[in-house]
């Protein structure tokens, strides 16, 4: 007999097929991370050439802008502050004929507003909201106002309207204004509304990161509402402004109009605060400034506003420090014309 021949059948077994897919999923895997790292490592380029184009055109407009400073429309002198990441001048920048004030510096302003409200129990007495915390260490303040408005016993009487008000106070001192004296207040008896709404700028007041806001009725305002239960109550909305400093990395520019008034006044509630250049992150001074022989002035030199001819800019720029490519740092130094010896 001849014998069969033995046939064999063409293909891979179950253990080869598993194992090709999972050499397959490896390599999947390398490629993957590969490609993924390739391209967060370009977008990274991207957004830091982005950031140093930002702060190349950033500091054209201040080296154009410092140049050009001059004394306030106000008569004051053309630098008012030269500090290592804020920088104030006075320059007409817009073109428009009148100088603005002109602030630079590295860090974010941030707002908020607090209530709090008091009674008065007793005819003729007084009730205080203290406001702290507001600000911490390093931290300085814009900017701040308070709006104070009141219930009680006020209103027409035989005495006369002008009889029955409330004095405002800051922090104990004078009295700042009368509240609910008179008819313009449009005051009430034991009204269940707030009253007489009146607004103070008390920013000088506020500096230190505490405020106590009083208000204190007169004797006729008596205690007569809600069954005899208070005389007065004062209601306070505190609102502020203020810059943390280094913590977004922005570079910021503020600039303030003039006030008209005689003279004209450059109110800091009036500045407007625009972003020039991100990812900012200096640990030396971004401005530094020399004197009309080219030596640099310290910071806490006494005379570095007047003796200031020359302001250097320095600025590190990195999207994320923790990642090549490595930061960009962009040097110039900038004359100004007006004070030349």
Not at 46 to 59: H, K, L, P, Y
Not at 66 to 90: S, V, W
Request: glycine residues 8%.
């Amino acid at each position: 007999m001849i014998p069969d021949k033995i046939k064999t059948k063409n293909g891979f077994t179950l253990i080869e097929t598993l194992m090709a897919i999972a050499i397959f999923g490896i390599l999947w895997g390398i490629m993957s991370a590969f490609i993924i790292t390739l391209y967060r490592s370009q977008e990274h380029s991207m957004d830091q050439a982005v950031a140093v184009d930002e702060a190349r055109r950033a500091a054209d407009i201040m080296a154009k802008e410092i140049r050009q400073a001059r004394d306030a429309d106000n008569g004051a002198y053309p630098l008012e502050k030269c500090g290592g990441k804020e920088f104030i001048f006075y320059g007409d920048v817009d073109g428009d004929g009148a100088v603005e004030r002109v602030r630079y510096f590295l860090a974010m302003v941030q707002s908020g507003t607090e209530t709090g409200s008091c009674t008065a129990v007793n005819t003729g007495s007084a009730c205080s909201v203290l406001f702290d915390n507001f600000l911490l260490s390093g931290e300085t303040l814009k900017f701040a106002e308070v709006k104070v408005s009141t219930r009680g016993r006020y209103g027409s009487y035989f005495g006369g309207s002008s009889a029955r008000f409330s004095e405002f106070s800051v922090d104990g001192g004078a009295k700042l204004a009368d509240i609910c004296r008179y008819s313009a207040d449009s005051c009430t008896n034991c009204s269940v509304s707030w009253q007489g709404l009146k607004t103070f700028d008390v920013t000088d007041a506020a500096r230190d990161g505490s405020i106590l806001f009083t208000l204190d009725g007169s004797d006729s305002v008596t205690k007569s509402c809600s069954w005899n239960s208070f005389s007065m109550k004062a209601n306070f909305d505190f609102f502020w402004t203020k810059e943390i400093p280094n913590v977004d990395h922005e570079l910021k520019r503020g600039i303030t109009d003039p006030a008209a008034g005689n003279p004209v006044s450059y109110p800091p509630a009036n500045e407007q605060i625009t972003g020039i250049s991100s990812f900012v992150r200096n640990a030396p001074p971004v401005f530094t400034y020399y004197d009309k022989n080219g030596i640099e002035i310290g910071e806490n030199d006494p005379n570095i506003l007047v003796n200031t001819r020359a302001v250097g800019l320095n600025m590190i720029i990195d999207v994320k420090p923790e990642k090549s490519p490595n930061s960009y740092e962009l040097r110039q130094t900038v004359q100004i014309r007006n004070l030349k010896d």
